[in-house]
């Protein structure tokens, strides 16, 4: 299972947010140092977050990300605001290994088959927010139907892999919801990263035990409430 620290970038800042309340945005320093930072404890993967939105209204944050991704060798996953077919093939040019499409996904599901057979599947993940059993849209401000249901649709569409974040729990640290992992786990073949309530390392064993792809760690990494070497450890160990 990868273990991805997440990099949320924010006005060219690092930042970690509570249930994605911009207004409860906590500043932790340069995408580049976190990254960096991250990757000297162990990290040979980061799930990055463009908070500002769209790849060509975001230019300092592109700057930050293309910074990353020339500055290290490990592989780089980035979503948020990626809206368009000229946002996701910005990043993906960029060389951004793997982008993540969530509202765009469920608005133009067809823009997932497209640029599955543009780059392939391995680079497109079908990004899954739910509240509850719901999809959300639209910064999570709008349900948009049964989240399996989009899950299995999004991998007929040829999304090489999903990522569910559970809204409920996200930025919390107060652990994660294991059965609806379980169900959408169960509900596909390709491989669900996993992100939101993740706190410990009991937490990490318990999502690889649900044999999930990915673990996505961040409000609770920054904090110091889990520490990369324990989720590190943890993934290492036969949960």
């Given at each position: 299972m990868q273990i991805l620290p997440a990099v949320d970038i924010l006005g060219g800042n690092c930042v970690q947010l509570v249930g994605g309340d911009k207004s409860t945005a906590t500043v932790y320093g340069s995408p580049l140092e976190?990254?960096?930072?991250?990757i000297e404890q162990g990290a040979d993967a980061l799930h990055v977050v463009n908070l500002d939105g769209a790849f060509s209204a975001s230019a300092e944050n592109v700057s930050c990300i293309r910074e990353i991704i020339s500055e290290t060798?490990?592989?780089?996953?980035?979503?948020g605001g990626i809206r368009s077919?000229?946002?996701a093939?910005?990043?993906?040019?960029l060389g951004v290994d793997r982008i993540i499409i969530s509202t765009f996904a469920v608005r133009e599901p067809q823009a997932v088959a497209a640029l599955a057979k543009e780059f392939g599947s391995d680079k497109i993940c079908a990004g899954v927010d739910a509240r509850g059993s719901s999809v959300s849209v639209e910064g999570w401000t709008a349900d948009a139907g049964?989240?399996?249901?989009?899950?299995?649709?999004?991998?007929?569409?040829?999304?090489?892999?999903?990522?569910?974040?559970?809204?409920?729990?996200?930025?919390?640290?107060?652990?994660i919801q294991t059965?609806?992992?379980?169900?959408?786990?169960d509900a596909v073949s390709i491989p669900v990263l996993v992100s939101g309530g993740?706190?410990?390392?009991?937490?990490?064993?318990?999502v690889k035990a649900l044999g999930a792809g990915g673990c996505i760690l961040g409000s609770a990494l920054y904090s110091g409430k889990i520490s990369l070497k324990e989720a590190l450890e943890a993934?290492?160990?036969?949960?």
């Open positions: 976190n990254a960096l930072r991250w060798d490990v592989f780089v996953e980035v979503g077919l000229d946002d093939r910005g990043w993906l040019d049964d989240y399996i249901s989009w899950s299995k649709r999004f991998e007929e569409l040829g999304a090489g892999s999903l990522l569910y974040t559970n809204i409920d729990v996200e930025g919390k640290q107060a652990g059965e609806p992992i379980a169900r959408l786990i993740v706190s410990s390392a009991a937490d990490v064993c318990a993934n290492n160990e036969n949960c």
